[in-house]
Nanobody
Framework: QVQLVESGGGLVQAGGSLRLSCVAS????????LGWYRQAPGKQRELVAT???????NYLDSVKGRFTISRDNAKNTVYLQMNSLKPEDTAVYYC?????????????WGQGTQVTVSS
């Protein structure tokens, strides 16, 4: 059973930094694509950043240059380094793992971690 556990959220002032971590278990971590999503109150969940098993990354336009996604396969962990945080970054951040299967993908989500940026 694949499980994802996020940590690192909290309250920070605008301009500050946080690093989110997501530890995976129950899967061969290196073969999976990973992503961070976020959901603010009253809004739909949106993709923030993704990283493939080969290390290619993709970002939401509004976080480019401020956020960095990375992975450490030896630690089964994906990170999201968030710098120059803005109040509009306030949301619950979720880790998503995409696992290749036989003819289909399987998707797993963490429980989420709250990030609050005060102005």
């Amino acid at each position: 059973q694949v499980q994802l556990v996020e940590s690192g959220g909290g309250l920070v002032q605008a301009g500050g930094s946080l690093r989110l971590s997501c530890v995976a278990s129950g899967t061969i971590f290196s073969v999976n694509a990973l992503g961070w999503y976020r959901q603010a109150p009253g809004k739909q969940r949106e993709l923030v950043a993704t990283i493939t098993r080969g290390g290619s990354t993709n970002y939401l336009d509004s976080v480019k240059g401020r956020f960095t996604i990375s992975r450490d396969n030896a630690k089964n962990t994906v990170y999201l380094q968030m710098n120059s945080l803005k109040p509009e970054d306030t949301a619950v951040y979720y880790c998503k793992l995409t696992k290749p299967g036989l003819g289909a993908y399987e998707y797993y989500w963490g429980q989420g971690t709250q990030v609050t940026v005060s102005s």
